[in-house]
């Protein structure tokens, strides 16, 4: 949602009878109000006040969101996490394609060098759906500090030369040209331990990895995230409330 602040010191105006102040979250969403009342905004804007300003919320225009769910098991938290997003985005009336990887027919190891690489139908198809997209969203554990094997791999054989990248011949600087520009994504992961210690410890290196090394690199930007830390030991009640956080997130596009 984009927001736009018109100071009243500047252009006179004072509060509307009859509105409501609301904080605006520190991702941009509305703490209060419920996520239900966020589709109606699709169709049309709003206006709030906000600490003598008045606040003009611009009408939410739909995404095309592709959800990427790297789990290599049907069973895992990943997997509900994945299809709580996509509810919800498609309940905001977001366009969503969900897949996940473990449905796809591919070899995750590139064997060969990328002018070699021959892409499986499943692969071709996923270059199609991130072509499709304006926001990307990744759903996977971290294990090792890293992307599962699968994960890995499919990014690998996925983000080639020519597709996600370019070197230019009599370039200056050995800069590639990035030719995933004008899409963001969102990282969603679980993670076994602490979140101070992969932090700290791990030099964040997974999260850094993927979206320096990978997502920026081939110019999607910006990449935020959503971490969960302790997802071995999570209880029922503590999974539910993870997905209910992420279908949030998917209503909102973010």
């Given at each position: 949602?984009?927001?736009?602040?018109l100071?009243?010191?500047?252009?006179?105006?004072?509060?509307?009878?009859?509105?409501?102040?609301?904080?605006?979250?520190?991702?941009?969403?509305?703490?209060?109000g419920?996520?239900?009342?966020?589709?109606?905004?699709i169709?049309?804007?709003?206006?709030?006040?906000?600490?003598?300003?008045?606040?003009?919320?611009?009408?939410?225009?739909?995404?095309?969101?592709?959800?990427?769910?790297?789990?290599?098991?049907?069973?895992?938290?990943?997997?509900?996490?994945?299809?709580?997003?996509?509810?919800?985005?498609?309940?905001?009336?977001?366009?969503?394609?969900?897949?996940?990887?473990?449905?796809?027919?591919?070899?995750?190891?590139?064997?060969?060098?990328?002018?070699?690489?021959?892409?499986?139908?499943?692969?071709?198809?996923?270059?199609?759906?991130?072509?499709?997209?304006?926001?990307?969203?990744?759903?996977?554990?971290?294990?090792?500090?890293?992307?599962?094997?699968?994960?890995?791999?499919?990014?690998?054989?996925?983000?080639?030369?020519?597709?996600?990248?370019?070197?230019?011949?009599?370039?200056?600087?050995?800069?590639p040209?990035?030719?995933?520009?004008?899409?963001?994504?969102?990282?969603?992961?679980?993670?076994?331990?602490?979140?101070?210690?992969?932090?700290?410890?791990?030099?964040?290196?997974?999260?850094?990895?993927?979206?320096?090394?990978?997502?920026?690199?081939?110019?999607?930007?910006?990449?935020?995230?959503?971490?969960?830390?302790?997802?071995?030991?999570?209880?029922?009640?503590?999974?539910?409330?993870?997905?209910?956080?992420?279908y949030?997130?998917?209503?909102?596009?973010?």
């Amino acid at each position: 949602t984009k927001f736009r602040l018109l100071r009243r010191h500047r252009l006179g105006f004072w509060g509307l009878p009859g509105q409501t102040s609301r904080r605006p979250a520190a991702d941009g969403g509305d703490t209060g109000g419920g996520i239900g009342a966020e589709a109606s905004s699709i169709a049309r804007a709003s206006t709030m006040s906000y600490n003598g300003c008045i606040l003009m919320i611009n009408a939410m225009k739909p995404k095309r969101i592709y959800i990427l769910d790297g789990h290599p098991r049907a069973n895992s938290i990943s997997h509900r996490l994945a299809e709580a997003y996509a509810k919800g985005a498609r309940e905001a009336g977001h366009e969503v394609k969900l897949v996940h990887l473990l449905d796809l027919k591919f070899d995750p190891i590139l064997k060969t060098r990328y002018r070699d690489n021959v892409l499986e139908p499943d692969l071709v198809k996923q270059q199609e759906n991130i072509s499709w997209c304006n926001h990307w969203v990744i759903v996977t554990p971290v294990w090792w500090m890293n992307s599962p094997a699968m994960l890995k791999g499919f990014l690998d054989r996925t983000l080639t030369p020519g597709f996600a990248f370019k070197y230019e011949r009599g370039s200056f600087l050995p800069i590639p040209k990035m030719l995933l520009k004008g899409r963001s994504a969102r990282i969603i992961y679980t993670q076994g331990g602490h979140w101070y210690l992969n932090g700290t410890i791990g030099f964040d290196a997974f999260f850094k990895a993927l979206k320096y090394g990978t997502l920026t690199f081939c110019g999607v930007w910006p990449v935020r995230r959503t971490a969960f830390s302790r997802a071995d030991g999570a209880d029922e009640a503590k999974v539910a409330k993870w997905v209910e956080k992420v279908y949030a997130l998917g209503r909102r596009g973010r």
